[in-house]
């Protein structure tokens, strides 16, 4: 891998490039939100992934992160101090990859980087379908027998993950974990929540999403 890391907290700059660079992984650190978007209207070519901060001097991580996906499906990365629902939900729906909030175990963030380069570099293509829904994970667009539908950001999730996974029974803690975080506190039936609105959402498709009883929740072709 070969990662451009752009932060602006030289601490965590210099421990993850030496945690990183150990690992046989080499990164490069663009400091402030100005130099950033220079370096994305020249290009990512060469780059695996993307470590995007959001609070930076000259523009803001989620400027560049719009920056990036007008030209490149490069993986990004969101490392943050900011773990709000709501940036965490615009960080998705700007097309970040995953949303991680400062402080973190450089050991998962390697993990992390390692697992998402792998399966960007192992896909050729980012569509993904399954009976009548299709979703490009890429341009984050949803579509049920050709026309296109309008899914909230977790809904979006949520059917990216089951789609991801056709077939599967998947429990609530899995699709927790996964759209809402490690770090969620609350009740899980939020998940049925989602669910409900998300078959609503896809209307006659709705119905491929078949509910477990007792243990979750599978997408199948019919």
């Keep these: 891998m070969k990662i451009l890391m752009i932060e602006d ?20 650190v663009v400091t402030n939100g100005t130099d950033a978007l220079q370096q994305t209207e020249s290009g990512l070519d060469g780059y695996s992934l993307v470590l995007l901060d959001i609070m930076l001097p000259g523009a803001d991580g989620f400027t560049i992160c ?50 998402i380069v792998k399966r960007a570099e192992g ?15 890429r341009k984050l667009t949803c579509s049920v027998s050709g026309s296109e539908v309008e ?18 029974i ?11 975080g490690s770090d969620y506190f609350g009740a899980d039936r939020v998940v049925d929540n989602h669910i409900k609105r998300l078959r609503k959402a896809l209307g006659s498709a709705g119905k491929q999403i078949h509910t477990v009883v007792g243990r979750g929740y599978k997408l199948t072709e019919t």
């Design 151 to 168: 899914l909230t950001p977790k809904g979006f999730a949520i059917l990216c993950y089951l789609m991801e996974h056709p077939g599967w």
């Design 66 to 115: 719009r920056a990036i996906r007008r030209q490149s499906d490069i993986p990004v990365i969101f490392i943050t101090a900011r773990g709000l629902e709501e940036d965490i939900l615009q960080g998705y729906a700007l097309g970040c990859d995953d949303y991680i909030v400062k402080p973190f175990m450089l050991s998962a963030l390697y993990a992390k980087c390692a697992a």
């Design 123 to 137: 896909s050729a293509d980012s569509v993904l379908t399954c009976g009548a829904i299709r979703i490009d994970t």
């Design 170 to 180: 998947v429990d609530r803690d899995t699709l927790l974990n996964r759209v809402w």
């Design 9 to 28: 907290d030289l601490q965590i700059c210099e421990v993850t490039q030496k945690y990183f660079s150990n690992k046989g992984t080499e990164i490069t």
